[in-house]
């Protein structure tokens, strides 16, 4: 699922299947007759006809299309796509209502579908699809940014710029939608100066599992707004976010595709500006592992950002000294930098993440894996029939510093107590299932040598991001026995049925608070 991070991967990396943008057809069929799914039925017979799309419609499969991982397009028996908060609302006290058909197992909720396969789709059931309730407003008198889950970040800062030439802290790759990322804590251009994006969300509008609405923020039900910074589905449909919002910028960004064989300076220039990261925290980079077509060898691409749009910036001086293929920097808006940093989608993937302490011998060691696993896939599956990717991302003790000074969040970074790098490594498969399931073992080998291997240097921390890993990975877990137990105490609260821990379908148990 890369690149969980960023980047043009669709101009630098062309083996990557490029798919046409599957702008999801939002012509909705009048749909009144009894479909035999007791989901769908129950929307139907709740005045939501109008909202289901149907195998039987031309809608359906650009629809399936839009999600971004190949191995997540399920089919389930209906999308239901809500258009307003109070759609939500009937919707779920709707579904409340069905239990028999496919058992409890028959709802998934997505909104910009770049999480992991299995987390956002369903086969067997009802999937609950955000994507038409993408607006965005500003209250200026505020300074607070009201944003629905269904958009993308490219559109909000677009749409932003150009009714209040204001920003918020959001995702970099500008596919990636509003909800799963601000429900996941969000690693953004501004969190150096911002913290996670969840630290800047001041109110959350929220469906419970009842269908009630409520409001979230630091006054009105603040342990739910608290459990939202970072925890997930497991409280509610959030259909609006209040963002902390600031003037927009233009950034300075820019992608350099480093020569081959740069590696070893690239992990000692990550070092270094992972431990300078306090004097500069405006400064952001991204280095990108990827094997070539063919498996001839390895890319490495860094991308620079100042978000204050300073060319002159020096915090990049050394990267900058390694020969490259080719380079860019120049000034643009938030917006245009998002646009133009959208991986494409449409292959199968499989990743996992790690955070480990700041070490330059782990480093290296995790870039002697991604070539063996490039050796033993070329193997065992083609080397035409896959990229092995890493993603090498500074993770300051800046960022928890600045999140804590913010009223913190579930992640639990702050326990982290140096410097640390934020890791992720996977395969994206152009082939068949059979070949996703090789480079998954595969994959999850590698993981687990370098989980080894940072325990062996002392360099281990526990933290696992939840929008980086793969489903097996025990990520709510792995935010502190504290927010766990606060986490299950909320959705206690709020969800006293476990709604959403039983009759969300498909996902793995770390990514609810109370599993079986
Ligand atoms: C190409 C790419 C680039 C990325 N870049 C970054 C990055 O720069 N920084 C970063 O931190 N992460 C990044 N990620 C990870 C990303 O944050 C997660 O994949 C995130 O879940 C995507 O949000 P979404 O709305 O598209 O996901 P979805 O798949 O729609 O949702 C993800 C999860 O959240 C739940 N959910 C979604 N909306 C709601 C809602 N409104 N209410 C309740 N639950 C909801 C879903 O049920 C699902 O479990 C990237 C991922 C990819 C694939
Ligand atoms: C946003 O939602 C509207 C309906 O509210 C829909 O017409 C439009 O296509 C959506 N945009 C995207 C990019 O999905
Ligand atoms: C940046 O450097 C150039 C010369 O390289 C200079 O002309 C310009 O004034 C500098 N800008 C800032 C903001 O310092
Ligand atoms: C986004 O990028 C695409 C491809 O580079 C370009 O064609 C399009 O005009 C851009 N959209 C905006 C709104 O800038
Ligand atoms: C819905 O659930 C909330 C949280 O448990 C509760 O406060 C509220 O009273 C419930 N509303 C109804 C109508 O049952």
């Not at 009714?163 to 990636?176: E, F, L, P, Y």
């Amino acid at each position: 699922m890369m690149f969980s991070s960023v980047g043009n991967f669709r101009a630098l990396v062309p083996f990557f299947l490029v798919l046409l943008p599957c702008l999801a057809q939002n012509s909705i069929d009048a749909q009144h007759e009894a479909t035999g799914f007791p989901p769908c039925d129950i929307l139907i017979a709740a005045g939501l006809g109008d909202r289901l799309v149907l195998a039987t419609s031309d809608a359906y499969e650009p629809r399936v299309a839009s999600w971004w991982s190949a191995n997540a397009r399920f089919r389930p028996w209906c999308f239901f796509l809500p258009t307003t908060t109070y759609e939500v609302s009937v919707a779920i006290a709707a579904l409340d209502k069905t239990g028999s058909g496919a058992g409890d197992w028959h709802i998934a909720v997505r909104s910009g579908g770049h999480g992991f396969p299995g987390s956002n789709n369903i086969a067997k059931g009802v999937t609950i699809d955000l994507g038409n309730m993408n607006g965005s407003w500003y209250d200026a008198e505020r300074q607070v940014a009201s944003v629905q889950p269904g958009g993308r970040w490219k559109d909000v800062y677009a749409n932003l710029l150009d009714i209040a030439q204001v920003t918020v802290t959001g995702g970099r790759d500008g596919g990636v939608g509003v909800g799963g990322f601000l429900l996941g804590g969000g690693v953004s251009y501004h969190t150096g100066t911002n913290g996670f994006a969840c630290n800047t969300v001041t109110n959350y509008e929220v469906v419970l599992a009842n269908g009630t609405i409520v409001q979230a923020n630091g006054n009105k039900n603040s342990d739910l707004w608290k459990a939202l910074k970072g925890g997930g589905l497991n409280f509610g449909i959030v259909t609006r976010f209040d963002l902390e919002a600031q003037p927009a910028v233009d950034l300075a960004y820019g992608q350099n595709v480093l020569i081959p064989g740069s590696s070893d300076e690239v992990i000692d220039t990550v070092v270094e500006f992972t431990d300078r990261s306090q004097g500069q925290p405006h400064d952001h980079l991204i280095t990108m592992y990827a094997s070539t077509p063919g498996n001839k060898g390895v890319s490495v691409i860094a991308i620079r950002v100042n978000t204050q749009g300073d060319l002159n910036e020096t915090a990049f001086d050394r990267l900058n000294k390694i020969p490259t293929v080719s380079s860019t920097w120049a000034k643009m808006s938030l917006a245009d930098a998002a646009n133009a940093s959208q991986a494409a989608g449409g292959t199968r993937n499989t990743q996992s993440t790690l955070t480990f302490l700041n070490s330059p011998k782990v480093l290296r060691y995790s870039a002697v894996l991604l070539e063996q696993l490039m050796v033993s896939l070329s193997e065992k599956i083609g080397a035409e029939n896959f990229a092995a990717q890493m993603v090498l991302q500074p993770f300051p003790k800046l960022y928890s510093d600045v999140s804590q000074s913010k009223g913190g969040n579930m992640l639990g970074v702050e326990r982290i107590e140096s410097n640390a790098i934020l890791w992720v490594g996977g395969v994206a498969v152009f082939s068949d299932d059979a070949a996703l399931a090789i480079a998954q073992a595969e994959s999850g080998a590698m993981t687990e040598k370098l989980k080894a291997f940072i325990a062996k240097e002392g360099a281990t921390t526990d933290f696992i991001y939840m929008n980086y890993a793969d489903p097996s990975q025990d990520f709510l877990g792995s935010y502190g026995s504290e927010n766990l137990l606060f986490m299950k105490q909320v959705a206690n609260h709020y969800d006293p049925k476990g709604w959403w821990q039983y009759r969300v379908g498909a996902r793995s148990a770390s990514i609810r608070v109370t599993p079986h």
